[in-house]
């Protein structure tokens, strides 16, 4: 990616303190595995090209991480769906830095990892070439949001899975994320609003498809101290929701 290009990409910087907390143990283990768990429970549709129990490696899903940030989810994608081959992609160049040594690290479970730098707005890879995008907690950072998805569903095959896992307005807006983080204030959604976007970007998905966590981590007010005291038991459909996880299906 030239100088120009790189200026011309509309982006906010993180936080040195954001930066740090996705290289710890609470990110990778709380936060990021639990999602993949998630997500992988949440697909009801064979992947294109899965594979048999004895297939051969060729046959296994590609899949994109739609920013990989530092790698922490090589690993864990590799494990959850056996690909042959991911393509990380990030627009900060530090964090790439770091998600090399991540590849290289998990290259026992997986040797295929490429990293690109570049724009989820502007993915450089070619049309109709991977099974899976996952976009884990990369959206709500994005400013051209229309665009990345459209990205999103210009590199899926037909019938290819969007593996999507986003914090909602809720929590993007809540005091100490806005203390300790930088986001683009103006894109962030409730999760109705990504649930609307994701239909209208041309994916499909039933209820069963969608997941609304009520993580600890994701309750900035209290972090669920007040539930686990017995002081407030928060239900679905009575509270403001914080993240959503979809498994979305390009559609047409």
Not at 14 to 24: K, S, V, Y
Request: charged share 25%; net charge positive; hydrophobic share 45%.
């Amino acid at each position: 990616m030239s100088s120009s290009e790189t200026s011309s990409v509309p982006f906010v910087p993180e936080t040195a303190f954001g930066i740090w907390f996705l290289r710890t143990h609470t990110w990778e283990h709380h936060v990021l595995r639990v999602a993949i768990n998630d997500l992988k429970r949440l697909i009801d549709a064979p992947l294109p090209d899965a594979p048999l129990p004895d297939a051969p490696l060729p046959d296994a899903p590609l899949i994109v991480d739609a920013g990989c940030g530092q790698g922490k989810s090589f690993r864990l994608l590799a494990n959850a769906f056996k690909p042959r081959r991911i393509v990380g992609v990030d627009f900060h160049a530090p964090s790439l830095a770091l998600a090399a040594h991540a590849a290289n690290a998990c290259r026992d479970s997986l040797a295929d990892i490429e990293l690109l730098h570049g724009d989820c707005a502007k993915l450089p890879l070619p049309d109709a070439c991977a099974d899976i995008v996952f976009c884990h907690q990369t959206f709500h950072h994005l400013v051209e949001q229309e665009r990345a998805l459209a990205e999103f569903r210009r590199v899926l095959k037909p019938g290819g899975i969007l593996l999507f896992a986003e914090s909602t307005d809720a929590y993007i807006k809540s005091w100490v994320i806005r203390l300790l983080f930088r986001h683009p204030m103006q894109v962030q959604k409730s999760a109705d609003g990504y649930l609307d976007m994701l239909r209208r970007g041309g994916f499909s998905f039933s209820q069963r498809n969608v997941s609304l966590p009520y993580l600890w981590w994701s309750r900035a007010k209290d972090f669920g101290l007040l539930e686990r005291l017995g002081l407030y038991r928060p239900r679905p459909g009575k509270r403001r929701e914080t993240l959503v996880n979809v498994a979305a299906v390009k559609a047409g």
